[in-house]
């Protein structure tokens, strides 16, 4: 879908040429002097950028007083952002690298593949990391680091507030790992060394059937909606199929969003056939008025649709999806989609409450006629909301997270594997398709009382990112 918006602004920018008319053979002439234009700065062009399309393009662009934005007095861009910005809006962000912001919301960043939650230990400022879950083939995984374990220090020195962001980016790390004992957490000596590479990070954290009795389970723990991961996500399925899968657990429970338009293959994949052989809305779409006016005028379709995945097609009765507060965006979409074609059983917590879609926006001017990059401010951009997503009954739009159909609590000490059914998530879920009770699994240790650092980011990227085709030019 493109977007294409007449910017009032052009028709203000007709020059005027005035002249003066002499009356008779001998007149005063007078020379008048105008000043050399000053070149704008590099903030006054970023200003203007952000102006002009958060105006026209942005979800809340009515709880802006347009006529009181002055682009050219505001000598910091991230500033005159933040301030347009409407007060609910947790993830439009205003960049000076949008390549690596591009990168990151496509898996392809500098890394080293991991993503950590942070603890403190009792009566001390020196925290500790849990991993909860490694990418594969990533300096992480090679490292031979994997989801639970621990990380207690760093560069020979404890982990703290102050440096704890090292452990993302910093190029090189010499890590501690932490044993868990009956006493605590312990350091290993063993010293583990790693440098951040170039990677794609595949978020295909697991996939695997588990067999309990009559029940083949389909089990999948997904982390991002790359578009790159699609073709992925069909072999993983076709496997499922070829297997005769009868339930499927899909685990979401770190997915922070991603691509619309892989939300769109994996719902299609998941929904019952007949609903992709006719393409049903699963989602609506949402804008601000001026654009959604435009929009319809030119016959578009506001709505997110089932695609044709037949091939694959798993035409699944019943769905279980595995949920905490950090599953956002299209995870949380791809539930609101699904709820009312299917019986989808949410286990875990509560999500995150991201209900709305955003383009990467970019500086561009026009030139004979075309709209090209302005290669003066190149490097900045904005990932900029531009819609809502609704269910296909009302305008629920999740604001405040999905609360799940059936409580469970991750437990950090230890935290298994994936697929593993000691997991109290998965073994929730396992319990519901069996009926068999889940037996929670404790190790038994007398830990002294640790905290866990919820206030902490659990990784480097945004929470909540979900990215549309749509507005992005």
């Known amino acids: 879908m493109k977007i294409k918006v007449l910017n009032p602004f052009w028709l203000l920018c007709a020059g005027f040429a005035w002249f003066a008319v002499s009356c008779g053979e001998e007149y005063n002439r ?22 002009e399309d958060m105006q026209y393009y942005y979800l809340w662009s009515t709880t802006v007083d347009w006529n009181k934005v002055y682009p050219d007095r505001e000598t910091d861009a991230f500033a005159f952002f933040e301030n347009l910005k409407y007060r609910d809006d947790k993830w439009s962000m205003l960049t000076d690298n949008i390549k690596a912001l591009q990168g990151e919301f496509d898996g392809n960043v500098t890394s080293y593949g991991y993503t950590l939650i942070f603890g403190q230990f009792e009566n001390s400022d020196a925290l500790f990391a849990i991993v909860l879950y490694v990418y594969p083939d990533t300096p992480a995984d090679k490292a031979g680091l994997k989801r639970g374990d621990f990380i207690v220090g760093i560069n020979g020195g404890y982990i703290t507030l102050e440096n704890r962001t090292e452990l993302y980016n910093a190029p090189d790390l010499i890590l501690s790992r932490g044993v868990l004992t009956s006493a605590g957490i312990a350091t290993d000596p063993t010293l583990i060394f790693m440098s951040a590479e170039q990677v794609y990070e595949n978020p295909i954290l697991k996939d695997t059937v588990i067999v309990k009795g009559s029940n083949k389970i389909g089990y999948l723990s997904y982390a991002d909606y790359t578009q790159a991961s ?51 809305i699963y989602l609506k779409q949402i804008w601000n008025p001026y654009i959604e006016k435009y929009l319809k005028s030119e016959g578009e379709d506001l709505a997110e649709r089932f695609t044709d995945t ?4 798993m035409n699944l009765s019943r769905l279980y999806v595995l949920t905490s507060e950090y599953s956002a965006s299209a995870s949380e979409s791809t539930i609101v989609g699904l709820r009312p074609y299917l019986n989808l059983v949410q286990i875990g917590d509560t999500t995150h409450g991201k209900y709305c879609a955003g383009g990467l926006f970019q500086p561009q001017i026009q030139v004979k006629n075309e709209w090209v990059a302005d290669e003066s401010i190149s490097n900045w951009g904005m990932y900029l909301m531009i819609y809502r997503l609704a269910n296909v009954k009302d305008d629920d739009s999740f604001l405040g997270g999905l609360a799940p159909d059936i409580s469970a609590e991750e437990d950090y000490f230890p935290l298994y594997p994936w697929g593993d059914d000691r997991d109290p998530l998965l073994g929730k879920a396992i319990e519901d398709i069996t ?17 866990i650092r919820r206030d902490l980011k659990i990784d480097r990227t945004k929470d909540g990112k979900m990215i549309s085709e749509t507005g992005r030019r």
């Open 30 to 51: 007078v020379e008048e002097i105008v000043a050399p234009e000053e070149e704008e700065t590099e903030v006054t062009k970023v200003n203007k950028f952000v102006y």
């Open 310 to 313: 037949l091939s694959v097609n």
């Open 435 to 451: 009926g068999t009770p889940y037996v929670e699994t404790r190790s038994g240790r007398a830990l002294p009382p640790y905290t």
């Open 230 to 280: 699609e073709g992925e996500l069909q072999r993983v399925f076709t496997n499922f199929k070829s297997q005769g899968v009868t339930d499927v657990v899909l685990d979401l429970r770190y997915n922070g969003g991603g691509y619309v338009r892989t939300m769109s293959v994996l719902t299609s994949i998941l929904a019952p056939e007949q609903a992709v052989k006719s393409k049903q």
